[in-house]
């Protein structure tokens, strides 16, 4: 199953072309294990897919053609995609022409992902740079811990952060010993 797969990608993005960093994706949602619902993507695809990256209008024009494959997995992807930029002409111009069965539409509507625009909330620090787990921060403004005696002072390195799911706003961090929740507004990237 998984040859006749990577034979119909031709060892290539099946949504943008790209030959680097291809690997198996499943298209939510899950139901039994197919080469029907999986497609073979790039890094970069992946990441804006999932949101862990800000969506890239001029990257997705691939759509244009990819939209056509006769695999549902990437149609449905593509509808998706489509729908979180609607706000681009072509790509409205383009889900007008896209026509999926009752099936696949039904697949593509399951997650509800079409119903959200192409904005992603990424944690950012006090400069517009995007942060991410094990990041190493450095405050840009002294801070009094709520609930403790402590005072991190500005300039303070903290290391290995993690994101606050759930709020793009907060940081969690340890200084001197104590984990403690910080802003990011108040933050920058090291080598930032």
Same mark, same amino acid.
Request: aromatic share 4%; with cysteine; proline share 1%.
């Given at each position: 199953m998984a040859n006749d797969s990577t034979e119909r990608s031709k060892n290539g993005c099946e949504l943008c072309k790209s030959t680097t960093g291809i690997r198996a994706y499943e298209v939510a949602p899950k139901a039994q294990n197919s080469a029907d619902q999986t497609i073979f993507i790039c890094s970069k695809c992946e990441a804006?897919? /999932?949101k862990r990256e800000e969506l890239d209008a001029a990257h997705w024009q691939c759509l244009s053609e990819s939209m056509w494959s006769e695999v549902p997995a990437v149609q449905v992807t593509a509808w998706r995609m489509l729908n979180r930029l609607r706000n681009e002409s072509w790509a409205a111009d383009n889900l007008d022409m896209l026509y999926l069965d009752d099936e696949t539409l039904a697949w593509a509507k399951a997650t509800g992902d079409h119903e959200d625009d192409g904005t992603v909330d990424l944690h950012k620090d006090s400069n517009g740079n995007i942060l991410q787990n094990g990041d190493t921060v450095v405050l840009t403004k002294s801070l009094d811990v709520k609930g403790?005696? $402590?005072?991190?002072?500005?300039?303070?390195v903290v290391k290995n952060?993690? $994101?606050? /799911?759930n709020n793009t706003e907060q940081i969690e961090g340890r200084i001197e010993g104590q984990t403690i929740v910080i802003l990011t507004k108040y933050l920058r990237k090291q080598g930032s």
């Amino acid at each position: 199953m998984a040859n006749d797969s990577t034979e119909r990608s031709k060892n290539g993005c099946e949504l943008c072309k790209s030959t680097t960093g291809i690997r198996a994706y499943e298209v939510a949602p899950k139901a039994q294990n197919s080469a029907d619902q999986t497609i073979f993507i790039c890094s970069k695809c992946e990441a804006q897919i /999932e949101k862990r990256e800000e969506l890239d209008a001029a990257h997705w024009q691939c759509l244009s053609e990819s939209m056509w494959s006769e695999v549902p997995a990437v149609q449905v992807t593509a509808w998706r995609m489509l729908n979180r930029l609607r706000n681009e002409s072509w790509a409205a111009d383009n889900l007008d022409m896209l026509y999926l069965d009752d099936e696949t539409l039904a697949w593509a509507k399951a997650t509800g992902d079409h119903e959200d625009d192409g904005t992603v909330d990424l944690h950012k620090d006090s400069n517009g740079n995007i942060l991410q787990n094990g990041d190493t921060v450095v405050l840009t403004k002294s801070l009094d811990v709520k609930g403790s005696t $402590l005072n991190a002072k500005m300039g303070t390195v903290v290391k290995n952060i993690r $994101l606050v /799911e759930n709020n793009t706003e907060q940081i969690e961090g340890r200084i001197e010993g104590q984990t403690i929740v910080i802003l990011t507004k108040y933050l920058r990237k090291q080598g930032s």
